[in-house]
C-alpha cells in the first residue's frame, strides 16, 4: 500500500532541498484491513468499550523525516493508535497521506527555526504531524504542538505536531498533542486518567465531553475536522 516511489523536487525560492515520496492511505476498512490484532479485544469488551458514532472526520498528513529512524509501519501504527484514542471524541481518523521528506543530517532533530524552514519549504496540508528522530529544544521534550495561539510569530507552525522517535508509548502522546492543536489550547487536566494530563500515560486516554465539544467545535471552526454526513 505504501508507495516508495520517489521523485526529486526542489521546492520553489527553497533553501531546502527535499526528495519525496507520497502515499495516501484510506483508512477505511476496505482499503486497510484493521491491523494489531495481538491487541485487539475480545468482541464482548470491543462491544461495550466501542467509540461513539463518528459526527467528525479527520484527514492527517504526516511526515516522515528520511533517516530519523521512524518507519512508514510504525507511522501508521502510531497514527492509528493515535485515531482510536481520537474516536472516543466520535472523530474518526478516515484518512492519513504520508509523505515522506529526504532532508539534510542537521534538519531531522526538532528545533524551532529548522522546523519552520521545514514547514515552509514543503507545505502540506494540515494538520499535520512531523515524524522527527530527536530534539534540539531546552527542555527536551519528546513531543511539540503548535496551534493556533502559539503561532502568531511562526505561522507556518501553526496545527502542527512534531514527535521524536524516542518517544514513549508514541499513540497516546500523537492524540496528546494533537487534542492540543484540535483544540487550540496548551491546557491541561487534572483528572485521573484523562488524556490530557501533563504527564501522558498508557493509562491517560479519556477525554470528557466538554473537552470533546472544544475538540470538535474549534476543531471544524479551524478547518481542521469535517462534519460527518
Ligand atoms: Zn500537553
Given amino acids: 500500500m505504501i508507495c516508495r516511489r520517489a521523485q526529486t523536487a526542489q521546492h520553489r525560492q527553497s533553501s531546502l532541498t527535499v526528495c519525496l515520496a507520497a502515499a495516501l492511505l484510506l483508512l477505511s476498512t476496505a482499503a486497510l484491513p484493521q491491523a494489531a490484532p495481538a491487541t485487539r479485544q475480545a468482541p464482548a469488551a470491543a462491544k461495550k468499550g466501542a467509540p461513539p458514532k463518528a459526527t467528525h472526520l479527520l484527514h492527517l498528513t504526516a511526515v516522515r523525516l528520511d533517516g530519523s529512524g521512524w518507519t512508514d509501519e510504525r507511522v501508521l501504527e502510531v497514527v492509528r493508535g493515535a485515531g482510536r484514542v481520537l474516536a472516543r471524541c466520535g472523530v474518526k481518523l478516515e484518512r492519513m497521506e504520508l509523505v515522506i521528506l ?27 504531524v512531523y515524524f522527527v528522530r530527536d530534539t534540539r529544544s531546552s527542555p527536551a521534550f519528546e513531543a511539540e504542538s503548535f496551534g493556533r495561539g502559539n503561532t502568531k510569530s511562526r505561522p507556518e507552525l501553526a496545527d502542527t505536531v512534531w514527535i521524536t522517535v524516542t518517544a514513549r508509548d508514541p499513540h497516546i502522546v500523537l492524540a496528546h498533542e494533537l487534542a492540543h492543536v484540535l483544540m487550540d489550547s496548551g491546557g491541561h487536566s487534572d483528572e485521573p486518567g484523562n488524556l490530557m494530563r501533563d504527564q501522558t500515560s498508557p493509562k491517560n486516554t479519556a477525554l470528557n ?12 471552526g479551524n478547518g481542521l475536522l469535517k462534519k460527518a454526513k
Fill in 102 to 128: 529526504a532532508v539534510p543530517p542537521s534538519y531531522l532533530d526538532l528545533a524551532t527555526p529548522v522546523a519552520r524552514e521545514v514547514a515552509r519549504d514543503y507545505r502540506v496540508a494540515r494538520p499535520a
Fill in 209 to 220: 465531553p466538554a473537552q470533546c465539544a472544544r475538540l470538535r467545535d474549534t476543531a471544524t
